[in-house]
């Protein structure tokens, strides 16, 4: 099954596992971790969904990386709701939340418009102090961005940088964009310097979406 993961074979890894049922050897919490990732892998969320339940009936205890498994196949599969169902019954549980379990529910938030949601889950790790990767900014300031919160992102952007949390070119492009489409071409601009100040390689869409800002907001020379 584990083979089958690595190898993004869903089918087969589901296959092998009612094989195992049917010649009565029971699954492990291994066993059910790998079908999982084999189904996050295919994007196959109901199915990992499914496997969680059969977890609960057989009375195997879930770990992080089954939960994490399943919220990222739920992400993939823009369930958010799941996805945060998922979070709440492994708070309420022994299973320890960590980064992994919270980006996947701030991107699948953040992915369908649910911007308040990601906001919510961010604060959630900042309470609990769960160490926030570049990816849990990435996704909580796309998910602002497609909010149209050009100041909620740049807030939260701000006092992550203060804290020495480290950012990239994805983080300045989501919120060049945000700007963009709040036809904010000062702050637009702004981050575009601060982007080069920093050393950082601005890409194609680094380029286009400032030209945009520029160019809404009838500053064609800067543009």
Do not use: H
């Not at 087969?12 to 010649?23: E, F, H, P, R």
């Not at 892998?41 to 879930?62: F, H, I, P, T, Y």
């Not at 980006?103 to 649910?114: F, L, P, R, Y």
């Not at 909620?152 to 489409?181: G, R």
Request: charged share 20%; proline share 1%.
């Amino acid at each position: 099954i584990s083979a089958c993961e690595k190898g993004g074979d869903w089918e087969k890894a589901l296959t092998l596992l009612g094989d195992m049922v049917q010649s009565q050897i029971e699954p492990n919490i291994i066993t059910f971790g790998a079908a999982i990732s084999a189904c996050e892998k295919g994007s196959r969320w109901v199915e990992a969904l499914q496997l969680c339940s059969v977890m609960a009936q057989n009375v195997v205890e879930r770990n992080a990386i089954t939960l994490n498994a399943t919220v990222s196949a739920c992400e993939k599969g823009d369930k958010w709701e799941k996805a945060l169902q998922l979070i709440s019954s492994g708070a309420r549980g022994s299973v320890e939340l960590d980064t992994i379990s919270f980006n996947s529910a701030i991107s699948a938030c953040g992915k369908v418009g649910e911007w308040e949601k990601s906001l919510q889950l961010f604060s959630v790790m900042v309470e609990n102090q769960v160490e926030r990767s570049v990816i849990t900014l990435n996704a909580t300031i796309s998910a602002c961005e497609k909010g149209t919160k050009w100041e909620t992102a740049l807030q939260i952007f701000d006092k992550s940088v203060q804290s020495s949390m480290e950012c990239d070119t994805i983080s300045f492009n989501a919120l060049i964009s945000s700007c963009e489409k709040s036809g904010e071409w000062e702050n637009a601009v702004q981050l575009f310097k601060t982007m080069t100040q920093r050393n950082m390689e601005p890409t194609i869409n680094t380029f286009t979406t400032t030209i945009s800002a520029c160019e809404k907001g009838g500053e064609w020379e800067m543009a």
